[in-house]
């Protein structure tokens, strides 16, 4: 099935798990640190402006966010970990809505996890990532804000990264920069892969 993200909506949030969509379409999956560019991957993906919401505040995301993309998947805007500018119970309850959507029975086809290309892993990075190799989901590494960096130096950063992460193959690693849009069409391949399978 041809995806062409001609036709995204926004489809509703979730404040608990119960509120998730139940028509059963597969779910891409943009999970990653607080302000790490999940909302704005978003926006590439859907080639809209503002349909998910940005911010320069970390801790944008309150809740789970549904967009539907051709009436055929699902791209699920988790909220990030490890927002420094929310309460620490805020903090864990947001935590724990991510953790009970990654661990209930959602239709996940694929889960991207953002990292910024310029940060190194963190604990909440590698543990998210331990999860996910054992969690049987399909996923993908993407590094966003490649713009902040020249060509020469992502390339550098993306293979420091895979050695970090015991990453065998560094093209695992999508570069993406929402604001010149390099890696989107990569990105939308695997998400069509992913929900073809
Ligand atoms: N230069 C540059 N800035 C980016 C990129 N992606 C995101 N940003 C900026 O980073 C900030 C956070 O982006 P968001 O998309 O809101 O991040 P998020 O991961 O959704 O954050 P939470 O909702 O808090 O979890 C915003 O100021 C964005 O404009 C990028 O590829 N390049
Ligand atoms: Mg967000």
């Known amino acids: 099935m041809a995806i062409l993200f001609q036709n995204t909506v926004f489809s509703g ?3 608990q798990i119960d509120q998730c969509p139940q028509d059963g379409r597969p779910e891409i999956v943009m999970s990653g640190r607080s302000n790490v560019g999940k909302s704005s991957l978003v926006n590439a993906l859907a080639g809209q402006r503002k349909i998910a919401r940005i911010s ?10 549904f967009f539907g993309v051709d009436q055929a998947l699902y791209l699920v805007d988790l909220p990030g ?12 309850a947001l935590a ?3 953790d009970s ?25 590698r543990q998210m990532l331990a999860w996910l190799e054992q969690s049987g ?6 590094l966003t804000k490649t713009d902040k960096l020249s060509r020469s130096a992502a390339l ?7 050695a970090a992460l015991d990453l ?4 695992e690693l999508v570069l993406f920069s929402s604001k010149t849009k390099v890696g989107t069409d990569t990105i939308r391949a695997l998400i069509e892969a992913a929900v073809s399978r």
Do not use: F
Request: aromatic share 4%; proline share 6%; glycine share 2%.
């Open 56 to 65: 320069q505040t970390p801790g944008k995301t309150r809740q789970i966010v």
């Open 13 to 15: 949030v979730a404040a």
């Open 96 to 98: 724990q809505l991510a």
């Open 137 to 142: 989901h399909p996923w993908r590494i993407v």
């Open 156 to 162: 550098a950063r993306q293979k420091a990264i895979a």
């Open 81 to 92: 970990y490890g927002h420094a500018a929310v309460s620490h119970d805020k903090r864990e």
């Open 168 to 171: 065998a193959d560094m093209s």
């Open 101 to 125: 959507y990654l661990t209930s029975d959602r239709p996940i086809a694929l889960i991207l996890l953002l990292l910024d290309i310029r940060i190194d892993p963190n604990a909440n990075d």
